[in-house]
């Protein structure tokens, strides 16, 4: 063959420990310790392995710093979607969290849980290099289909239920709920009409429709039937439409802001005026809800917090810490808005 044929460059070596040790002027020991976060270093000797490390853009076999630390300073997270608000700013507050305390993430996402991918994907994570696992599914998706969690490494499930044998992590679903319907009421409506998102057992709709009804039977006010939506803005639209034909409904509480923003198109061109004729609150404070016209009175869920509480309570679950099963609840805020006003 000619000589002068082209030949394939060969990718670079990565650094390896010896690399740093040289380069930082220690032994491979010494870069070892630092790696593995023992205190048995000088903390200028310190820095300067990790700036060896930097300059040579080294990063340690997690599998080998596991055999000496008992840790892969990895979490994997379960989720069932990544399409719903809720969720993906929770996996932002599980990231900010882990990050934070140098772990990084491991993250499945699954389809139809009826297919048993939620049990597939808990096994894989559980036979992964992974310390813990975050699990951010509702009660009826893991109910439905007898969810198996691991055992060998810890779990913290993020859900608005209460487990006699686990810890669960949320917003408080009915806070949140009674916070809008009274708001409603003490702005002097005889009665708050809902409209709910998809109802299971033992989900965030159920939660806040139950909520809703609780509250109006509390007061004594009469309890409309809910409306039934799916949290698009489509059904909001098709529950506006059927409500804004009864001249009696003066306030909704929606169970998101999307269905709200449905909701509220539907009675502008029924020309039932917001929140003259009608008031409407929303439910999770999305980025654009100030923004609807009118801007929208919703209940805001702090939901990198329930993230950032997860990871807090994996992390002290994996040093050893144990805790008492049950749902921990985060507390809600009203953001009041113009898409409110006094009854007339």
């Not at 096994?123 to 060998?152: C, K, M, N, S, W």
């Not at 009696?248 to 169970?255: D, E, G, K």
Request: proline fraction near 6%.
């Amino acid at each position: 063959m000619s000589s002068d044929r082209m030949t394939r460059p060969q990718a670079p070596r990565p650094a390896s420990m010896l690399d740093v040790a040289r380069l930082a002027g220690v032994s491979g020991q010494t870069v070892s310790r630092v790696t593995n976060g023992s205190e048995a270093v000088a903390a200028d000797t310190r820095e300067r392995v990790l700036a060896a490390m930097r300059t040579l853009g080294y990063r340690p076999n997690s599998a080998a710093r596991a055999l000496k630390s008992g840790r892969f300073q990895s979490i994997g997270v379960l989720m069932f979607s990544l399409e719903n608000f809720g969720p993906v700013h929770v996996l932002e507050g599980v990231s900010n969290a882990a990050t934070a305390r140098d772990y990084s993430l491991d993250l499945v996402t699954i389809g139809d849980p009826s297919t048993g991918e939620i049990t597939k994907a808990l096994e894989r994570l559980d036979q992964e290099r992974v310390d813990g696992i975050v699990i951010v599914l509702e009660a009826h998706q893991i109910l439905e289909h007898a969810i198996r969690f691991p055992t060998r490494i810890p779990s913290i499930l993020v859900d608005s239920q209460q487990y006699d044998d686990r810890v669960s992590v949320n917003a408080d679903q009915a806070q949140g709920a009674e916070l809008a319907v009274r708001h409603l009421l003490e702005l002097g409506h005889p009665t708050v009409w809902h409209v709910s998102g998809p109802v299971h057992r033992m989900n965030a709709a159920s939660d806040r429709q139950l909520a809703w009804r609780r509250l109006l039977e509390a007061e004594g006010r009469p309890v409309p039937p809910p409306v039934l939506g799916d949290w698009s803005a489509e059904s909001g639209y098709r529950a506006g439409l059927r409500l804004a034909r009864d001249p009696s409904v003066t306030a909704v509480f929606a169970a998101n802001d999307q269905m709200a923003l449905g909701l509220m198109r539907a009675l502008h061109e029924c020309g039932r005026r917001v929140p003259d004729e009608v008031s409407v609150v929303g439910f999770d404070d999305s980025p654009d809800a100030a923004y609807y016209w009118p801007p929208l009175t919703t209940v805001r869920e702090d939901f990198r917090a329930v993230g950032a509480l997860a990871i807090e309570l994996l992390l002290e679950a994996i040093d050893g810490e144990r805790h008492e099963p049950g749902l921990r609840a985060l507390p809600n805020t009203l953001i009041v808005r113009d898409s409110t006003a006094p009854y007339r």
